[in-house]
């Protein structure tokens, strides 16, 4: 029913005369098996699944990002590795029977140093650019980017496509995509859902709180190990060095 495999939808760049250019190759995803994978389904062996699946950990270290999930009832963990994170969230209808309304997958990547110094912005118009590419049979409707309000270098697009004939429904695919403050990395992540209200639903407005909670730790762990090697300094010194008077050891820092 879920879909094990990393799908590998990076956005794909490389250096060219003028920055970023897209690769011929385009967020390749395991997008049926995602889509199905939001369907109501009933059977035993499909309540078993999902009483197997792991409930969120408390929180997720992808690559140099910390994520928190949503911490509410009905969310679980797909699979989950150093980069990647694959979340469910689904609804007990009656025994035997589950409504998964959202499957979300996130993968953190790499941004090649010869591909210069995109804005997020750059990355989430190439990727819309490519996805776009990939589903031209199957599109609906497609939004332009937007920057997500409050969250720094975080923007956001979506497709309305047209589901695969055992689906029988058209179904949203909405990305995130943020980059690192020193644009080292980018996460992007795909929420996929059936329902065409999605934003106003309980459990994608718990999702979209998590938003802020997605935070790049490269900078926290160097400004730690710099303080570090300060105070380890400071102690070094200290046998030939006069204490400082209670007033410098008040003044604030500049």
Known sequence: MFSMLRPKF???VSAGMSGLTVSARALVLCTAAIVLAAATSSGS???EDMAQLDPLAKSYTLGRF???GPDADGWRQVANATDSLQLV???QLEENKINNRCYIVMEVHDLPAEAGSPAASDLAERGRRQRTEGVKEQLAALSP???VPGVDNTYTYRFLLHGPPELGADYYEVYYVM??????QYVIM???TRDLDYENQLYFQQFYATLAKLKYQASVVADAAKSAGATAATGAGEGTKPAASPAAAAAPAK
Do not use: P
């Open 179 to 184: 980059l690192a403050a020193d644009k080292s």
């Open 190 to 192: 795909q929420v996929n």
């Open 10 to 12: 990076r956005v794909m």
């Open 45 to 47: 062996a499909l309540a």
């Open 145 to 147: 980017i937007a920057a």
């Open 89 to 91: 969230y689904a609804e």
């Open 66 to 68: 910390h994520y928190e």
